[in-house]
């Protein structure tokens, strides 16, 4: 059974970098083309906004109005991929989860996620 | 990019009863791009309709899709206890995923 787990601090100043990382178990995110492995967040109370993903060829897609401050990798050996958020703001406070995201069978689905977790940002 | 809008915000139905979600694009979708998603508190998302109608693995035949275009639809044919959360419809399309805002169904 897959399973994904997010890690990092779980507060950060204004204009500092959140750097969160996604460790996959129970499967290879280089095993298959069927996958993209993604971070989507939740402000508290509020709804799903998707970030980011990343290929297992190392192609990135981001959220347009996110792109100047976001960069997902892969570390490979290590099964993981993370995520960096710059110069963040208190508008940044949420929930992070990741994900993977399917396009096998010509669907696209988000069947695998994280448990998430909660990252503030505050002075 | 391409908006969803997911009404009502708030559906308030008392067990046994039929919801019905809908969620509406800015423009038409593939339909095999068009997913719903059930998220209770304190937890991550869980798929339970890909491809506007198709059933994830494990998800009750109480829960339905349908739709095409620009309107789709969830529907819960007579709702349970544990199914009164927040629901989401997402799509993907130029490589951008969105998801809706989110359908609360409360007790009424």
């Known amino acids: 059974q897959l399973q994904l787990q997010e890690s990092g601090p779980g507060l950060l100043k204004p204009s500092e970098t959140l750097s969160l990382t996604c460790t996959v178990s129970?499967?290879?995110?280089?095993?298959?083309?069927?996958?993209?492995w993604g971070w989507i967040r939740q402000p508290p109370g509020k709804g799903l906004e998707w970030i980011g993903n990343?290929?297992?060829?190392?192609?990135?897609y981001y959220k347009p109005s996110l792109k100047s401050r976001v960069t997902i990798s892969l570390d490979t050996p290590k099964n993981q991929f993370s995520l960096k958020l710059s110069s963040v703001t208190a508008a940044d406070t949420a929930v992070y989860y990741c994900?993977?995201?399917?396009?096998?069978?010509?669907?696209?689905?988000?069947?695998?996620w994280g448990q998430g977790t909660l990252v503030t940002v505050s002075s | 990019e391409i908006v969803l809008t997911q009404s009502p915000g708030t559906l308030s139905l008392s067990p046994g009863e039929r919801a019905t979600l809908s969620c509406r694009a800015s423009?038409?979708?593939?339909?095999?791009?068009l997913a719903w998603y059930q998220q209770k508190p304190g937890q991550a998302p869980r798929l339970l309709i890909y491809?506007?109608?198709r059933r994830a693995t494990g998800i009750p035949d109480r829960f339905s899709g349908s739709g095409s275009g620009t309107d789709f639809t969830l529907t819960v044919s007579r709702l349970e206890p544990e199914d009164f959360t927040l629901y989401y419809c997402?799509?993907?399309?130029?490589?951008?995923?969105?998801f809706g805002q989110g359908t609360k169904v409360e007790i009424k």
């Open positions: 994900a993977r995201l399917s396009h096998s069978g010509g669907w696209r689905l988000i069947d695998y």
């Open positions: 129970g499967g290879s995110i280089t095993g298959s083309d069927n996958f993209y």
């Open positions: 990343i290929y297992y060829s190392g192609s990135t």
């Open positions: 423009q038409s979708v593939s339909d095999s791009y």
């Open positions: 491809g506007s109608y």
């Open positions: 997402q799509h993907y399309g130029s490589a951008l995923w969105t």
